[in-house]
């Protein structure tokens, strides 16, 4: 079974829609983190959690938020879906500490906004 | 700012060895880390450079040197399955990943 699973693995939406993505893993890391990759523009870190109780902001947290549920599980919601918004979001885990810890990333759900 | 930039494509064929350059503008990186991502799949780690020089990690090396704020990646005896991209990250309390590199190999 995989590490770190997303769910749902494609979506197909239309503008102003609500949109949750989940991701659950089973390494038992505390940290977890959200990107979005476009084409050209590489991996662009959307928001993180170092734990339940922590959420700090990436890169690119315009118009999306999150939810920590427990150490396993952390959600991205798009509360209002813009085409703009189309891309494929990676989760990922780290294990707490060291600087260049290993993050392990699920398979990536890939977002059309119409 | 942070910023990373890479070559956005690199050609080889089998056999070869091939050098994908990194190139940074920030402050506060502890090391570079080098990810690989094949067409449809997740990212998933190769090496990291926490101190300057050279980790050999079978046909993959990576080269970083703080002073020239530069990384590299090299790869040995090229193989099919290597066409994939190829991103660094640097590491502060999260990763903040380059533009990646898109490695083809032909026969």
């Known amino acids: 079974d995989a590490d770190v699973t997303q769910t749902p693995r494609n979506r197909i939406t239309k503008t102003g829609k609500r949109i949750m993505l989940e991701c659950s893993q089973t390494k038992g890391h505390d940290r977890m983190y959200w990107y979005r990759q476009d084409p050209g523009l590489g991996l662009r870190l959307i928001y993180y959690s170092f734990d339940v109780k922590d959420i700090n902001k990436g890169e690119i947290s315009d118009g999306y938020s999150v939810s920590r549920q427990a150490q396993a599980k952390f959600s991205l919601s798009l509360e209002s879906a813009i085409p703009n918004q189309t891309a494929l979001y990676f989760c990922a885990t780290s294990d707490s500490g060291l600087a260049g810890d290993t993050q392990y990333f699920g398979p990536g759900t890939r977002l059309t906004v119409l | 700012g942070q910023s990373l930039e890479q070559p956005s494509e690199v050609t080889a064929v089998e056999g070869a060895i091939v050098q994908i350059n990194c190139t940074y503008q920030?402050?506060?990186?502890?090391?570079l880390s080098w990810y690989q991502q094949h067409d449809g799949g997740a990212p998933t780690f190769l090496s990291y450079?926490?101190?300057?020089g050279l980790e050999e990690t079978g046909r993959f090396s990576s080269f970083l040197s703080r002073s020239d704020s530069y990384g590299y990646l090299l790869l040995q005896e090229l193989q099919m399955k290597d066409s994939a991209s190829y991103f660094c990250a640097g590491s502060t309390d999260k990763l903040i990943f380059g533009t990646g590199t898109r490695l083809q190999v032909f026969p």
């Open positions: 920030t402050s506060g990186f502890y090391g």
């Open positions: 450079n926490a101190l300057d």
